[in-house]
């Protein structure tokens, strides 16, 4: 039986939908478990996946800001990102290849001078990269791209979705565990399915122009 009316569930607008399916375990689309759908003008991606269940979608890097102070010296003292990685860093926009930088240990600073004469940019042997030549206790801008990672539930008819956010865009590629995706080549929807509960069970419905 089909339903014409229009639902709202979890965010989004239906319209034109096929008879339900019960019980529902997981709604791939065109047998693919990963797919991407357009919700009120707004991208989407929709993992099929075990009800209950969360993934782990790793978005790539997205730069991020912050300012720090300067020591006396005007040395300014970057630690190792959790990454591991300096790649992509940039200090008052100006980018800093970490890979190219002498390794040597950081002098006391006396009265607004090293002990030992530091005139470039050096890491120290434990990885921290100092940035000379500041002026001391200015604040200092720090760029440096950090890892995304978006968390997405799977709702008790065993869909979950990835949608972009006001102000951002999906990445053109991402990954779960060890799979990579890239969006141009996933199957297009058009519409997601949609999940009802009643009475402490789950429906799912499937867009009528979804196609065999």
């Known amino acids: 039986m089909k339903v014409s009316k229009s639902f709202v569930c979890a965010g989004?607008?239906?319209s034109g939908i096929a008879s339900s399916l019960a019980p529902a375990s997981a709604i791939p689309y065109k047998g693919d478990t990963v797919y991407k759908a357009?919700?009120?003008g707004i991208p989407l991606v929709v993992f099929s996946a075990s009800p209950g269940s969360?993934?782990?979608v790793n978005l790539g890097s997205s730069a991020a800001t912050t300012a720090r102070v300067a020591g006396a010296c005007g040395e300014l003292r970057i630690s190792v990102p959790a990454s591991g990685s300096f790649t992509g860093l940039?200090?008052?926009g100006t980018a800093v290849d970490?890979?190219?930088l002498p390794t040597q240990t950081l002098p006391s600073c006396v009265s607004g001078t090293f002990a030992e004469t530091r005139s470039a940019n050096f890491k120290t042997p434990a990885g921290q990269v100092i940035i000379v030549g500041k002026t001391p206790n200015s604040a200092?801008?720090?760029?440096?791209?950090?890892p995304t990672v978006a968390n997405v539930s799977v709702n008790a008819c065993g869909f979950g979705i990835l949608r972009q956010r006001t102000g951002q865009t999906l990445p053109a590629t991402f990954s779960?565990?060890?799979t990579s995706y890239t969006m141009t080549a996933l199957k297009d929807a058009s519409t997601p399915p949609l999940c009802r509960t009643a009475g402490g069970a789950a429906a799912a419905y499937i867009p009528?122009?979804?196609t065999p």
């Open 12 to 14: 989004l607008v239906i």
């Open 38 to 40: 357009t919700d009120r």
């Open 54 to 56: 969360r993934i782990r």
């Open 90 to 92: 940039k200090v008052d």
């Open 98 to 100: 970490a890979s190219t």
């Open 140 to 146: 200092v801008s720090i760029e440096l791209p950090q």
């Open 176 to 178: 779960t565990d060890s």
């Open 208 to 210: 009528s122009t979804w």
